[in-house]
């Protein structure tokens, strides 16, 4: 079973080299594929200004539903499902949590302790 840990360890290290190489070659390639719309935009007749907005209209575009798609994924990490199941057997019930917050609520605040010096004898 260490073996395993090890060889996991090892394994998510390499993979996280690769998905760096992988991201920069991905950001060049973006940058080169968007140059090169831009010259073909140039070529076409459109202004600078046109065919930079085009492309950079593209990328705003795909970040835009990028981020959506993440947001929507993101959603599964609080992994409510698995808590209705948990309290359907009668584990993780998130009740104390609420009381403890709850418990926070019903103190009276303390009024502010006097500052030594600042009172009168």
């Known amino acids: 079973m260490l073996a395993e840990f090890a060889l996991a360890r090892v394994a998510l290290a390499r993979a996280m080299v690769w998905m760096s190489v992988a991201a920069v070659f991905g950001v060049s390639s973006w940058l080169l594929l968007m140059g090169a719309l831009i010259a073909l935009l140039q070529r076409m007749g459109l202004s600078w200004l046109a065919s930079l907005s085009i492309a950079a209209g593209l990328s705003v575009a795909v970040t ?58």
């Open 64 to 121: 835009g539903f990028s981020v959506f798609k993440m947001l929507h994924y993101f959603n599964f990490t609080h992994m409510e499902a698995t808590r209705r199941q948990l309290k359907a057997l009668g584990l993780g019930d998130d009740e104390e949590i609420n009381k403890d917050k709850d418990a926070g609520k019903d103190t009276i605040a303390q009024p502010p302790m006097p500052v030594a010096g600042g009172g009168t004898p």
